[in-house]
């Protein structure tokens, strides 16, 4: 049993998970209408599998062709269709595969952020990776801008190895988190990274990073967001859900980790599980926070996320999950989960789509 608890790194989140479950079953149920906030984060990477610049371009191309007519089909209850976040990476960037996807998110189908994959860097040559990034990505008219005219991101460590979390493999950089919020990172959006051993024990939370932030692996220690309190020296993690289900079959449980994929798409019963696991700041239970991830770009993964599995997920976020009674849908990008967070944290109440461009703007079209 050890050595299986090992092997899947459970021994990294698995007491977090059990006393979170004790939690809930003491909490008192939310009396009321509770929003659902749905954001589907993809770590899209068009060269995946170290194809040709013109496979990249089909991939790009399939996306634009498909993903209007997918969200044409499905309203929330703002009458919003569903949003995509596109975590592209820094080192993947070619213009004739950045342009057009900054056209299908400019058309209102989502936003561009950033991803990156990196190793042995020093904090140094991390950074003019990230500048580099920022100004050619930015360069097609993404990213938020603050009122200074500096451009400000979301972030997703490519190989999960946020500030060094995998033992200085596909990093380097110990003080990562300073660094991101340096360059205009407002919210980190990488895990959960189960089974790997990235996943820190902190699970199913927004939070502040608590430890040093000097030190590798500083969001091991958190800050739970809550009302009435926020932090203005760090940039926001922003986790999706993480848990343990039973399922029919040798092993008696299976991690959910909000991975969406052909082979595990987003089915009713894992929709259940990741609303089940109740994400929200404290002090407003009445808006739930699910993230999930996927890597959409390759052909296998597209076909599934713009063919009817996707639909099928769609349906019942938009009927199960936005009756107007017990929830109502809000599809967001990644940077209005951000502004809803922290208008949460600044006390805020009512219906959250209100506050989807509360601190941060839109990428200028």
Same mark, same amino acid.
């Given at each position: @049993?050890?050595?299986?608890? +090992? ?5 990294? /989140? ?62 929330? !209850? ?57 100004? +050619? ?16 991101? !979301? ?91 039973? +399922?029919?079959? +040798? $092993? ?21 599980? /990741? ?37 099928? @997920? ?22 209005? $989960?951000?502004?809803?967070? $922290? ?23």
């Amino acid at each position: @049993m050890l050595s299986k608890l +090992r092997e899947k790194n459970l021994q990294n /989140w698995l007491p977090s998970y059990l006393y979170q479950r004790l939690i809930r079953l003491r909490a008192r149920k939310h009396a009321g209408v509770r929003h659902l906030l749905f954001a589907f984060c993809d770590h899209y990477e068009p060269l995946w599998g170290g194809v040709s610049q013109a496979v990249g371009e089909e991939r790009v191309g399939f996306w634009v062709d498909a993903y209007p007519r997918l969200a044409g089909e499905f309203r929330d !209850a703002d009458g919003r269709s569903p949003r995509h976040s596109f975590f592209y990476p820094a080192d993947q960037y070619h213009p004739r595969l950045v342009e057009p996807l900054t056209s299908l998110a400019h058309a209102g189908h989502g936003e561009i952020e950033l991803h990156l994959h990196h190793e042995g860097d020093t904090r140094e040559t991390l950074r003019a990776k990230l500048v580099e990034g920022l100004d +050619r990505i930015g360069s097609h008219g993404n990213f938020s801008r603050d009122d200074d005219g500096h451009m400000r991101y !979301a972030f997703i460590h490519g190989d999960w190895a946020l500030a060094n979390s995998r033992n200085g493999r596909f990093c380097g950089v110990d003080d990562e988190l300073t660094l991101l919020f340096e360059t205009g990172c407002y919210a980190d959006f990488t895990f959960p990274s189960a089974p790997d051993e990235s996943q820190p024990a902190v699970i199913n939370q927004i939070y502040w990073p608590a430890g040093d932030l000097c030190r590798a692996r500083a969001h091991e220690e958190a800050k739970r967001a809550r009302a009435g309190e926020t932090s203005s020296d760090r940039l926001l993690m922003i986790q999706g859900p993480l848990a343990l289900v039973p +399922r029919l079959s +040798r $092993m008696p449980l299976r991690i959910e980790n909000a991975a969406v994929t052909a082979n595990d798409p987003g089915t009713p019963a894992r929709i259940a599980q /990741w609303v089940a696991q109740d994400i929200h700041v404290e002090g407003r239970e009445d808006w739930v926070f699910v993230k999930v991830h996927t890597h959409g770009a390759a052909e296998t993964q597209a076909a599934s996320l713009l063919g009817e599995p996707g639909r099928a @997920m769609h349906r019942e976020l938009t009927t199960r999950f936005n009756d107007g009674v017990c929830w109502k849908l809000h599809y967001l990008t990644a940077r209005e $989960m951000y502004n809803i967070a $922290m208008a949460a944290m600044a006390g805020h109440r009512g219906d959250p789509y209100d506050f989807r461009d509360y601190r941060l703007r839109p990428p200028p079209l």
